[in-house]
């Protein structure tokens, strides 16, 4: 089977070089040469894509920002590339949710090898990071169906967007930052108090109706989704 990559980088040199290199290896690869043309790129073969090699530094919208973006709804297997060495941006690119890091210039076995290791972490998860369950609480990320129990729960865009965040990580407590910056961007000038109330509308959708209460408040701190939640 051939697994296809996304590759965004913007410079022709390096392209020029990998593009043939992943073919070689039996990968079929599409280019962005921007973030924003990531970003579209993406949404439209999202279904068929299998892994995704981000640069850095790019026009329109960085790397990190595109990171972010993808991984509001999205697992897929994520190689920052870059040629900043500095600690804090690996820190930061693993913290926004890459899956690996490479550093300009690296040897194109050492590229393959990762893409390699991802690929097979990615099959052995099987179909796992399409459904998550809580109890009776189900979100299929491939369907975008919500139910608990034998009910459809309808949620708007950003309600879902909210549910999946937190169902993605049950049982860690989020503050409401990392809520807002999951959801909402980094780059939301709105109210933080905001994730509070989608809290609410989620809650009365989610919990409201059902005898075990999933979405808990830590107090000081922010959101849980648990079915054993104790203060």
Known sequence: MTNTILLVEDEDALTSYLIPELQYENYQVILAKDGQEALNLYDN???????????????KLDGLEVLRRIRKNDDIPVIMMTARDYVGDKVA??????????????????????IRVLLRHKENKGQRSDLYTVQDLTLNTKSRQVTRGNNIIQLTQREYELLLTLIKHAGETLTRDELLDSVWGVDFEGQPNVVDVYIRYLRNKVDRSFPTQLIHTVRGIGYVLTANYKE
Do not use: C, H, Q, V
């Open 45 to 59: 073969n999202r279904g068929n894509l299998d892994l995704i090699i981000l640069d850095w530094m790019l026009p």
């Open 93 to 114: 690119g693993l913290d926004s949710g890459a899956d690996d890091y490479i550093t300009k210039p690296f040897e194109i076995e050492e590229l393959l090898a990762r």
